[in-house]
């Protein structure tokens, strides 16, 4: 079966940096875009930044100017580097890839793992 395999998340101090990682399997199909996704207790997930296979970006405006994503087709490998951090940004951090499909966008999600921001 396809796997995400995630890494990078951890303890970090305010305004400090983290980069975290996600890898597909190789068994997936054809990527259309490769996103990061956040989730805060008592909160609801949200879209943290997404990047097709053609380098179109989006961001969450909570983070724009702070955090850049990036990818390398080649490796199926998505990256997120996360700058000034924020006590606001800690969160379980989940990737997710949008695989082509003939039928449109069939999505795969990783475990997920913590983020901690400490003041």
């Known amino acids: 079966q396809v796997q995400l395999v995630e890494s990078g998340g951890g303890l970090v101090q305010f305004g400090g940096s983290l980069r975290l990682s996600c890898t597909a399997s190789?068994?997936?199909?054809?990527?259309?875009?490769m996103n990061w996704y956040r989730q805060a207790p008592g909160k609801q997930r949200e879209l943290v930044a997404g990047?097709?296979?053609?380098?179109?970006?989006n961001y969450a405006d909570s983070v724009k100017g702070r955090f850049t994503i990036s990818r390398d087709n080649a490796k199926k490998t998505v990256y997120l580097q996360m700058n000034s951090l924020k006590p606001e940004d800690t969160a379980v951090y989940l990737c997710m890839v949008q695989s082509t499909m003939s039928w449109g966008l069939r999505a795969y999600w990783g475990q997920g793992m913590q983020v901690t921001v400490s003041s």
């Open positions: 190789e068994n997936i199909f054809s990527i259309y875009a």
């Open positions: 990047i097709t296979s053609s380098g179109i970006t």
